[in-house]
């Protein structure tokens, strides 16, 4: 499995709009509005690099209304929970 952050610049009169639309795309599993240099974060958890590819190019920065990404990916997960049974991709 591949996780991965999208950290988002919006245009601000359309946050909760694309929050909704990015919460829908599957592979996206979480849609945060924050505060700070970026307005919200999705996580992204997909099969394969390819899938990733695919989600953040052709999903996500088609968006309207999105103006800046930035893809972070996930080397290795640190966590105390069984994150394959959480988010099963089958």
Same mark, same amino acid.
């Given at each position: 499995?591949?996780?991965?952050?999208?950290?988002?610049?919006?245009?601000?009169?359309?946050?909760?709009?694309?929050?909704?639309?990015?919460?829908?795309?599957?592979?996206?599993?979480?849609?945060?509005?924050?505060?700070?240099?970026?307005?919200?974060?999705?996580?992204?958890?997909?099969?394969?690099?390819?899938?990733?590819? #695919?989600?953040?190019?052709?999903?996500?920065?088609?968006?309207?209304?999105i103006?800046?990404?930035?893809?972070?990916?996930?080397?290795?997960?640190?966590?105390?929970? #069984?994150? #394959?049974?959480l988010?099963?991709? #089958?």
């Amino acid at each position: 499995m591949v996780t991965a952050v999208i950290l988002i610049n919006v245009e601000p009169e359309r946050t909760a709009t694309i929050a909704e639309t990015l919460s829908n795309i599957p592979g996206i599993s979480e849609v945060y509005s924050v505060a700070g240099n970026f307005d919200l974060v999705a996580l992204v958890r997909v099969k394969e690099n390819d899938a990733l590819a #695919d989600l953040v190019a052709a999903r996500v920065r088609g968006i309207e209304g999105i103006v800046r990404t930035e893809t972070l990916i996930a080397f290795r997960a640190y966590s105390r929970h #069984d994150l #394959d049974s959480l988010f099963s991709l #089958d």
